[in-house]
C-alpha cells in the first residue's frame, strides 16, 4: 500500500475524513517543515509585537545561521559518505536548533550554535549503522556543543506566548502520525513528576501545571522530536514504553558532573534505546522486476541486500531521490506484501495517472538499479492468539497489508474472512494469491459485475457499506478483531460502519506513512 493515495473524500465525510485526506497530499517530512516553518514566522511576528525580546535582528540572523549552516553542511557531507543528501531533513533540523538555542549575536554563542549545526548534520553519517542515523539530529548537536561549553541549549520555544500557534502545530503532527497515545505517556508521566516537584516547592496546583506544560519544552519536544520516524522502535507498545522511560529521564533532576538533565539527554537515552529495539540500519534493494497486478496497479520485487526483519503486516519506508519534487518529499511507505520467510522484498502500488513523482522513479526502474529502505515498522499485525477470530476489509489496493499474512501462511490456522472492495473485477489485485489464500474471501464490485472466478461475491441491498451490510455479510462480526486497510476516506468510513455492526476492537492502516 502506498501513504501517498489520497482521493477527494466523498460528500458527507465526515471531518476526520476530510482532514486525513488533505493531511495524505504531504509525507510528514513535508508537514513537518511545513508547521516548523509556520512557527519560524510566528516567533517573528510575537517579536516585532514585543511579546518576544530578542530582538528581530538578532532572530533573523540566528534563523538564516541555523537553516545556512544544517543546509549547507548536509550537502558538503552527503558525497564524503557516499549518500544522497535530504534537504528537507536537514531544513527540518535547521528550525529545531533554531527553537534551541538563544538568539543572540556574542561570538561564542553564535560559535556554539554554528557547532551545533555541523555537529547535527555530521551525526547523520558518523553516528549511523548500515547508514541508518541512530540519534535526532539536533539533540545529538545540541548536547555535544553543550558539552564544550560554548553555548546550552534553552529550548525557548517553551514561552508561552508560542502556544497559540505550537499546540495546534503539535495536535496536527501528531494526529497525522497517530502518536497521540505515545505523545500523551509521554506528557503524563513527564508532567506528574515536574508538577509534583513544584507542588513540593510551594507553588499551587494550578501554577505547578501551568509551569510544566506552558514554561518547560514538553510540547516542543514530543511533537516534533521524541516521535521522530527514523528514531522510533518499529510497534507501539515499544514507542509507548520508551515514551515512559523517556518522560521519566526527561523530568527528574539530575547532575553526573559534565552531564545533567536535559531534554536532548533525554531524547539521546531514548533513541539508543530504540536503536536496539528495531531494525537496525538501512538496506539496500536491488530492484528485479514487476508484475501487473491489474490495470492501474503493480507489484514491484527487490532483492535486499541483507535480510529485513518484519512482522506480516508491517511496512517499509523506501528513499526514493527525483528531481523534480512534487510536494510530497521523496521517502514513501509502502505494505510488504511477502513472507519474511521469501528472498525477495515486495510492494504492490497504485501505478494509475496521475503519477506522482516517486511512483515515476519506481517505474522509471530497470533490473539491478538500487534503492534504499530507510526503516520498518507498523501494528498492522493479527492478534497473537491463533483462535481469535478476524474481519479483514480492505478497499482497492488497501489488499496489499493483507497479502503478507497470506503470503506467510499466518491466516490458514485462523477463522478468518477477507471483504474486499473494488471499483470492478478487473481491479480486483492478487486474485490468484485470495483464491489459494485458504479462507473465506468476499469480494464486492462496485460497477455491479461478477468478481474474479473462484472468489465469492459480496452483494447487498444499497450501495453504502454500512454496519447493516457488514453485519449481514459476517454475523458474528462483534465476535471478532476488525483490521480496516485503504485510503483515508475509505477507512473513516469503514471503520464507522464496523462498529455500527458491533466490532468492537478496529485496527486500521489508512497510508499515514512517513
Same mark, same amino acid.
Not at 530582538?55 to 532572530?59: A, K, L, N, S, V
Not at 496489499?400 to 499474512?405: E, G, N, R
Not at 459480496?458 to 450501495?463: K, L
Given at each position: 500500500m502506498s501513504p501517498i493515495e489520497t482521493p477527494k473524500a466523498p460528500p458527507g465525510a465526515s471531518l476526520g475524513a476530510r482532514l486525513d485526506t488533505a493531511l495524505g497530499r504531504f509525507t510528514m517530512y513535508r508537514l513537518v517543515l511545513l508547521v516548523l516553518? %509556520? /512557527?519560524?514566522?510566528?516567533? +517573528? %511576528? +510575537? @517579536?516585532? +509585537?514585543?511579546?518576544?525580546?530578542f530582538? !528581530?535582528?538578532?532572530?533573523l540572523a540566528h534563523l538564516v545561521l541555523c537553516l545556512g549552516l544544517t543546509y549547507a553542511s548536509n550537502r558538503a557531507l552527503a558525497p564524503l559518505f557516499r549518500v544522497r543528501p535530504h534537504s528537507e531533513s536537514s531544513l527540518i533540523t535547521g528550525l529545531l536548533l533554531y527553537f534551541l538555542f538563544w538568539p543572540s549575536f556574542a561570538p561564542l554563542d553564535v560559535a556554539g550554535v554554528a557547532l551545533a549545526c %555541523?555537529?547535527?548534520?555530521?551525526?547523520k553519517y558518523a553516528l549511523a549503522w548500515r547508514g541508518r542515523h541512530i540519534f535526532n539530529a539536533a539533540a545529538a548537536g545540541a548536547f555535544v556543543a553543550g558539552l564544550t561549553g560554548l553555548n546550552i541549549a534553552t529550548w525557548w520555544a517553551a514561552t508561552p506566548a508560542m502556544l497559540w500557534a505550537l499546540v495546534p502545530g503539535v495536535l496536527l503532527v501528531l494526529y497525522r502520525t497517530r502518536k497521540f497515545l505515545m505523545a500523551s505517556v509521554? /506528557? %503524563?508521566v513527564a508532567t506528574a513528576i515536574i508538577t509534583s516537584e513544584l507542588l513540593q516547592a510551594g507553588m499551587s496546583a494550578g501554577m505547578a501545571l501551568w509551569q510544566s506544560l506552558a514554561q518547560r519544552p514538553l510540547l516542543f519536544f514530543v511533537g516534533f522530536m521524541l516521535t521522530e520516524p527514523l528514531t522510533l522502535p518499529p510497534r507501539r507498545w515499544q514507542q509507548l514504553a520508551l515514551a515512559a522511560v523517556v518522560g521519566v529521564v526527561f523530568a527528574v533532576p539530575y547532575n553526573f558532573g559534565f552531564i545533567a538533565n536535559s531534554p536532548e539527554a533525554a531524547l539521546l537515552l531514548?533513541?539508543? !534505546?530504540a536503536f536496539l529495539m528495531g531494525q537496525r540500519g538501512r538496506v539496500t534493494l536491488r530492484f528485479t522486476g514487476t508484475r501487473p497486478l491489474t490495470p492501474s496497479t503493480t507489484e514491484f520485487s527487490f532483492e535486499p541486500s541483507r535480510p529485513v526483519r518484519f512482522v506480516p503486516g508491517q511496512y517499509m519506508e523506501l528513499d526514493l531521490p527525483h528531481a523534480k519534487s512534487d510536494g510530497k518529499g521523496r521517502r514513501r511507505v509502502f505494505s510488504l506484501t511477502g513472507s519474511p520467510s521469501e528472498s525477495l522484498v515486495k510492494f504492490g502500488v497504485r501505478t494509475a495517472e496521475p503519477l506522482s513523482a516517486a511512483k515515476k522513479v519506481l517505474l522509471s526502474l530497470n533490473p539491478g538499479d538500487e534503492v534504499t529502505a530507510t526503516s520498518v515498522g507498523g501494528d498492522f499485525v493479527l492478534p497473537r492468539d491463533p483462535r481469535k477470530p478476524v474481519l479483514l476489509i480492505a478497499a482497492g489496493i488497501g489488499v496489499?497489508?493483507? /497479502?503478507?499474512?497470506v503470503s506467510s501462511g499466518g491466516l490458514r490456522e485462523r477463522d478468518a474472512v477477507l471483504l474486499l472492495l473494488a471499483r470492478s473485477a478487473d481491479e480486483v489485485a492478487y486474485a490468484d494469491e485470495l483464491r489459494a489464500a485458504g479462507i473465506r474471501v468476499l469480494v464486492r464490485v462496485a460497477d455491479g459485475s461478477a468478481p474474479p472466478s473462484g472468489l465469492a461475491s459480496?452483494?447487498? @441491498?444499497?450501495?453504502r457499506v454500512d454496519g447493516e451490510a457488514i453485519r449481514a455479510l459476517v454475523p458474528d462480526v462483534a465476535g471478532r478483531e476488525v483490521y480496516v486497510s485503504g485510503s483515508p476516506a475509505s477507512v473513516a468510513s469503514l471503520r464507522r460502519a464496523a462498529k455500527q455492526a458491533g466490532a468492537a476492537k478496529v485496527h486500521v492502516d489508512s497510508f499515514s506513512g512517513y
Open positions: 516553518a %509556520v /512557527l519560524a514566522v510566528y516567533s +517573528l %511576528v +510575537l @517579536d516585532a +509585537l514585543g511579546w518576544l525580546t530582538g !528581530i535582528p538578532e532572530m %555541523v555537529l547535527a548534520s555530521a551525526s509521554f /506528557l %503524563v531514548g533513541n539508543a !534505546i496489499t497489508p493483507y /497479502l503478507s499474512h459480496a452483494s447487498w @441491498d444499497g450501495t
